[in-house]
């Protein structure tokens, strides 16, 4: 009488340890051919070693905004680069500067105008001739 296997008890242990083999193995057939590890790249240390390259400490854009869609796109700016470039230890600071111009604006429009940017908490503002 023949017995065929149907079932096989393996340690945890054991199938865990084989099992990170085989897909350390798979990573290392899907590599592309020629393509370095940055782990295996050998790096000399100490004061043999070359200086790296500086990076750049600042960054600055600037983006017009359309006034009818303002809204949505500041909330791009926020979400696309904003988001990225806060976070621990880094500061960010977002200015709204606001250029308008007209044939003349009435004594109405420029009261309302400062009282809402004072109330706003606009750095500075002003009408000019």
């Not at 854009?61 to 500041?74: H, Q, S, T, Y």
Request: charged share 30%; hydrophobic share 35%; glycine share 6%.
């Amino acid at each position: 009488m023949t017995h065929s296997l149907t079932a096989l008890l393996v340690h945890p242990a054991r199938a865990m340890v084989q099992l990170d083999a085989e897909s350390k193995s798979e990573e290392a057939e899907r590599q592309i051919p020629g393509e370095i590890e940055e782990a295996s790249i050998h790096r000399p240390s100490g004061p043999d070693r070359p200086a790296a390259a500086p990076q750049p400490t600042r960054f600055y854009g600037r983006k017009e905004l359309d006034p009818v869609r303002a809204i949505r796109d500041l909330g791009a700016v926020l979400e696309e680069i904003t988001k990225h470039l806060d976070g621990s230890g880094k500061k960010v600071t977002l200015t709204v500067e606001i250029n308008a111009s007209s044939d003349g604006y009435d004594t109405r429009t420029q009261r309302i105008v400062k009282e809402n940017a004072t109330q706003l908490g606009f750095e500075s503002h002003e009408f000019e001739d």
